[in-house]
């Protein structure tokens, strides 16, 4: 894994989400804002509805016989555009409410990818510690590495003088030491050992 990979995903990444996490934010206040809007003019139109629906009660005690009829005969007359009318309203509140139904829709998939931005954002933040993590493996591997080729050379020099004097090897095993080395095809991250 190579440092200026690593520092050009860190850099990108959390800038585009950042970007996309605004816009996200911003489409979904619009979209509240115009589902408030959509049930402000249904409660309006019902307001509407409701002043048409009462129904002006005819007194019959003090009229006369021929307002009464007049009366029912206007009313019988203004029903009729009254019944269009309600309908009308009754449409319009149907095709206000099928509106709010897809913007709260649109509104339920913007917060579940929302959620998932908010995941994305926390899994960038901890491959940024990740990173460092196996950055400093990587280095403490390298130098493990050194140490380990410098305690072999030491032990190649003194292990003649040490059979000699105690009749068996100085250090054993130096072919099999390895150290963790952390590598990356970009997507996926794998710990190896290196042989020293």
Same mark, same amino acid.
């Given at each position: ?10 850099? $990108? ?28 003019? $249904? ?49 319009? $509140? ?42 400093? $493996? ?59």
């Amino acid at each position: 894994m190579t440092n200026d990979s690593l520092s050009q995903l860190t850099l $990108i990444a959390p800038t585009y989400l950042i970007f996309y996490s605004a816009l996200k934010t911003r489409f979904m206040e619009q979209t509240q804002s115009e589902i408030a809007a959509l049930n402000s003019q $249904i409660q309006i139109l019902l307001e509407e509805r409701a002043a048409l629906t009462i129904n002006n009660v005819i007194s019959g005690e003090n009229d006369s016989p021929q307002a009464m009829v007049e009366a029912y005969r206007r009313q019988a007359r203004e029903n009729a555009q009254l019944s269009v009318e309600l309908q009308g309203i009754d449409a319009a $509140i149907a095709a206000l409410e099928v509106q709010i139904k897809q913007k709260q829709g649109q509104l339920v998939r913007s917060q579940g990818e929302s959620k998932q931005l908010i995941l994305q954002q926390q899994l960038e933040e901890a491959k940024e510690v990740a990173e460092v993590h196996a950055q400093r $493996i990587n280095q403490l591997a390298s130098e493990l590495a050194a140490e380990v080729r410098f305690l072999k050379a030491c032990a190649n020099q003194l292990s003649p003088m040490y059979w000699q004097i105690y009749y068996k090897p100085f250090i054993t095993g130096f072919k099999t030491i390895s150290v963790p080395y952390v590598r990356s095809d970009g997507e996926v991250w794998t710990i190896v050992n290196r042989i020293v």
